[in-house]
Nanobody
Framework: VQLQASGGGLVETGGSLRLSCVAS????????TAWFRQAPGKEREFVAS????????FYADVVKGRFTISVDNRTHAMYLQMNNLKPDDTAKYYC??????????????????WGQGTQVTVSS
């Protein structure tokens, strides 16, 4: 399975971005997928996750109420709508997939597949 992330960019504080992650290859509908982010000098941290089968979602406290994760099972795509962005949201954002559909998984290690990352920069 290959994951392709896109949608990052430069935005001002308070602005919005929508990240996309498309899965290709031997895909199925029982995945759990997530977004993580990593800022320079910091560890990769959990942002949000979603179960493709149940639709249940989980968010890090720092993004609750601002970010929304969603999936389109028909196109094997996952999205992260980010509103009211803050400078602390600046990081490279990675999508990840767990082939067993386990949620929530808050650490990077259990995920089987990773996208290449897309940079989000929020100016103050």
């Amino acid at each position: 399975v290959q994951l392709q992330a896109s949608g990052g960019g430069l935005v001002e504080t308070g602005g919005s971005l929508r990240l996309s992650c498309v899965a290709s290859g031997h895909t199925h509908t029982n995945y759990a997928t997530a977004w993580f982010r990593q800022a320079p000098g910091k560890e990769r941290e959990f942002v949000a996750s979603i179960s493709w089968r149940r639709g249940s979602t989980f968010y890090a406290d720092v993004v609750k109420g601002r970010f929304t994760i969603s999936v389109d099972n028909r196109t094997h795509a996952m999205y992260l709508q980010m509103n009211n962005l803050k400078p602390d949201d600046t990081a490279k954002y990675y999508c990840a997939a767990d082939q067993y559909g386990r949620t929530p998984l808050y650490t990077p290690a259990p995920y089987d597949f990773w996208g290449q990352g897309t940079q989000v920069t929020v100016s103050s």
